[in-house]
């Protein structure tokens, strides 16, 4: 999402479980017992909580697995913010400034968007504060990431070492087993199917199914349904100037630097010179370039005259920010304080937004303002004709304009990929009594941002006992799959045995030869890979078996063994480079064992797959 985070990618995907740390296990069964408070799980002094958890999954459903990689994610982090805040680390407000400005979703053509943070942050329902708390979160975390990412050492020798195994080329010959290929010895007949169906009778009970009509009134439907004068456009667009995506200012200024630990007395000085400076240029405007090659302390734009550049709102630290975008341009401002010290600014020229470039965006709030506005009274219209006409939802949509959408069979196990469909609310409310049996239209059921969904039952089926033969094609198809499975499975071990002795080995119907190494593996699944490149290369023809997820058992005869093009100079640079992650991945992984021990983690009251809401 941001680009300090792409400019890390490899030390980022290690914190967040992309890379997977298998030397750290934070299975939830390795957790001691917690105190009574409802929290996921306790990292030393910090507390992860549900919710927690339901931000990073972004509230998409997640079955167990997901949901304990995500709290293992979280927990990684506060161990390294723990050992940061403990060791004194901070963040400056420069720091975070300058990681805020270059986030490439809050910039318009290369520039920070004062504009586009405001949505930013309002999409996501986040204060400034908040978010910039977050920031200075992964900006630490970042920073005791770096502390290990690239700092490894492998030796050449180590490295051509790896490359000569990466090129490494062997000749192989393909005999594949299938399960279906031992369908004849698998029992399908009608005493076999129907102790299966009675062993797994559950299993052929089907849940029950609803099929639903449905309205959606969102926001944006209602901003969809809604027209903007150009004359309303052009008086905002006249209005808010400042505030679109595009302005930028060009402005100069004059530094004189303050130490941050300087006593008052010795500000006093830097400001009596400061004001000094302004005296001289409110006499000669001038001068300003003059005076700030040889005045001003910022080291970037003092051999400039002072120039900063184009730049937009929100871009500078605050005093800075408000003053420039206040001024008219020419104009010379008062000396500035900040955080850096004192500053004197010219404008020197504003840049406005081309109307014809912002137009489709102006009138998109506009119509979004206008909708926010009736989006009440609609919401209350909604409830009220769902109600009056609960035997339809066509008075809904006449009175409401919204279309009526349908859905396949739905049921509570298996749930739609719309997210309409699958949200937990609309589901409680299609098997609810009012909607199921009275064949009733739902109350609104708000979904989150604004969305409000009304459904009736269209169909319905009964959750009901299939019976054997609508299910006798299915059991024997997964009889065949699963006992052919182990058939082939056995007889290529004991094949693979024979050929490994030396014996039928031209007997077999082998595939094409096929050239492959490490490096280049062809469509050769990754498990096949390892075993081939395990067998021995000495004496030669040598065999390897793997076994695949389909149930296919796979033999591999490896008939000669070559050392293969050497690798270039650029595959061994980064063949070093992944052999340095490594390293650091295995650094880092002791490490977070270590702070383990000093932030003990104890699970919560809180169930990791717990729905209900704390």
Do not use: C
């Not at 119509?367 to 035997?391: C, T």
């Not at 006798?472 to 499975?489: H, M, V």
């Not at 045995?497 to 007997?507: E, F, M, N, T, V």
């Not at 065999?543 to 595959?571: C, L, M, R, W």
């Amino acid at each position: 999402m941001f680009d300090f985070v792409q400019n890390n990618k490899i030390a980022i995907q290690v914190i967040l479980g992309a890379v997977a740390l298998t030397f750290v296990g934070f299975g939830v069964g390795s957790y001691t017992s917690a105190v009574d408070d409802p929290y996921l799980v306790k990292v030393g002094s910090a507390k992860i909580y549900k919710r927690d958890l339901d931000r990073i999954l972004e509230g998409q459903p997640s079955d167990a697995a997901t949901r304990q990689q995500a709290l293992d994610d979280l927990i990684r982090q506060d161990l390294l913010l723990a050992a940061a805040q403990d060791g004194g680390a901070t963040v400056s407000p420069e720091q975070l400034r300058k990681v805020i400005a270059g986030i490439a979703e809050l910039q318009e053509n290369g520039q920070f968007s004062a504009a586009r943070y405001k949505e930013f942050l309002a999409a996501r329902n986040l204060s400034p504060e908040a978010f910039e708390a977050k920031i200075s979160r992964d900006i630490m975390l970042q920073n005791q990431i770096n502390n290990f990412a690239g700092t490894g050492f492998v030796s050449r020798s180590m490295v051509e070492r790896m490359g000569g195994l990466m090129a490494q080329e062997r000749q192989v010959r393909l005999l594949l087993l299938k399960p279906a290929d031992f369908a004849s010895q698998v029992k399908t007949d009608d005493a076999a199917l129907k102790a299966f169906y009675d062993a797994n009778a559950k299993r052929f009970r089907t849940a029950e199914s609803v099929k639903l009509d449905y309205v959606v009134l969102s926001p944006q439907a209602v901003a969809d349904g809604l027209t903007v004068s150009d004359a309303e456009v052009k008086q905002y667009y006249e209005q808010h100037k400042a505030d679109l995506a595009g302005e930028e200012r060009r402005a100069s200024h004059i530094l004189l630097s303050v130490p941050k630990d300087a006593k008052p007395a010795d500000k006093a000085k830097v400001k009596a010179e400061a004001e000094s400076l302004l005296k001289q240029l409110r006499a000669d405007p001038s001068k300003f370039a003059e005076l700030a090659k040889s005045k001003s302390q910022d080291p970037g734009s003092a051999a400039n005259g002072g120039d900063l550049g184009f730049f937009a709102r929100g871009a500078m630290v605050k005093p800075f920010d408000d003053v420039v975008f206040r001024m008219q341009p020419g104009k010379i401002s008062e000396v500035v304080e900040t955080e850096y010290g004192y500053h004197i600014i010219k404008l020197d020229e504003v840049k406005q937004p081309d109307f014809a470039a912002v137009k489709a965006a102006v009138e998109a709030k506009l119509k979004q303002q206008k909708a926010a506005g009736q989006l009440r009274s609609m919401a209350d219209k909604l409830a009220e004709v769902a109600y009056q006409q609960a035997d339809s939802l066509k008075g809904v949509q006449d009175a409401l304009k919204l279309q009526i959408k349908h859905s396949d069979w739905l049921s509570r196990d298996k749930k739609s990929t719309d997210p309409v469909l699958a949200n937990p609310k609309v589901l409680d409310a299609a098997f609810s009594d009012d909607v199921l049996k009275k064949k009733h239209n739902s109350e609104p059921v708000d979904i989150g941002g604004g969305n409000l969904v009304v459904v009736r039952v269209a169909d319905h089926q009964p959750e009901r006992q299939q019976k054997l033969d609508e299910v006798r094609d299915g059991i024997k198809n997964e009889l065949i799959a699963t006992q052919g499975a182990k058939l082939a499975e056995k007889q290529g071990q004991a094949l693979l045995a024979q050929l490994k002795s030396g014996k039928g080995i031209d007997a077999q119907k082998w595939s094409e030869p096929l050239t492959i190494s490490r490096r280049n593996p062809g469509a050769m699944a990754a498990a096949d890979v390892r075993a081939v490149f395990a067998a021995q290369s000495s004496p030669l023809p040598s065999f390897a078996g793997s076994k695949h997820d389909n149930g296919d058992y796979a033999i591999y005869q490896i008939a000669s063994v070559a050392p293969g093009a050497a690798v270039t100079d650029e595959e061994r640079t980064q063949l070093a480079a992944a052999m340095v992650q490594m390293t650091a991945r295995s650094q880092l992984g002791s490490y977070l064992e270590t702070l383990r021990q000093k932030y003990p983690v104890k699970m919560g009251k809180q169930q990791l797959n717990d729905q209900s809401e704390q």
